[in-house]
């Protein structure tokens, strides 16, 4: 293993991290991510955070460099754009793998299995999407995400907000009267006590999705780096001790 010099002349080139893995800025594995996604990737006292930020974290003490994270678009985690443009080395943004992704850039190993849940007004009256049909309710979620995806598939035609944040506030502010996003993140939502009295957990809706990190197409190097990572952090403990740091108790039959 060894620290590589850079392959430009410039101080802030391209360069290359241990065991030969190429990387757009020399001395960062850089990450784009799309924040606000508690307990994924969030601010906290001024610096970005979260699951995914400690897993890469993992991948840049082996490659002996700094993860630098980017805050972008989530709408182009599903073309590759960033990672086709040079601009990022990865994208880790609690992203689901999907064939249609699969199409414009190449997955790590699975590393968080995935479940969308329901959340509505308690004054709604909603704890099922039978029941949004059946009340003639507005129904919300992420735009570009597998929650969207989900809902249109099912028959709704929700109403697409931005981010995470945008989400809540549209259930906050009676935009919509439930949302379908990621467990983990409702999860997040409902330990705040303001939330837990307003909002009430739904539906589980078990989608059979599995999260991965993304890299351009044939960056195989770096695909290696991430997974040896996550295999090995499953493997002594570390996965589990994040887990639990940032999710909560890790579910039976998942190391």
Known sequence: ???????????????????????????????CTHLPYPPFQFEQNGKVVGFDV??????AKNLKVEQ???DTPFE????GAFLNSGECDLA????????ERKKNVDFSVPYFDATQ???????SGVKSLADIKAKNKKLGAQAETTGESYATGQGFNPVAFESSDAVLNGLRTGQVDAVVIDYPVVQGW??????AAEFVLGDNINTGEQYGISVKKGNKKLLDA??????????????KKLYEQWIGPLPQGTS
């Not at 182009?76 to 073309?79: A, S």
């Not at 849940?117 to 004054?123: C, D, G, I, Q, Y």
């Not at 991430?226 to 996965?239: E, F, H, P, S, V």
């Open 117 to 123: 849940a329901l959340l509505a007004t308690k004054k």
């Open 76 to 79: 182009n985690f599903k073309t």
């Open 1 to 31: 293993m060894f620290l590589a010099v850079g392959c430009s002349s410039g101080g802030d080139g391209a360069g290359t991290a241990a065991g030969g893995v190429p990387v757009v800025a020399k001395g960062k594995l850089t990450t």
């Open 190 to 195: 409902l330990k705040d006590k303001t939330n």
């Open 68 to 70: 630098k994270i980017l």
């Open 92 to 99: 880790a943004a609690g992203m689901t793998i999907t064939a």
């Open 226 to 239: 991430i997974n040896k990572a996550i295999t090995d952090a499953r493997a002594d403990g570390t996965y």
């Open 54 to 59: 400690a897993l890469i974290d993992l991948v």
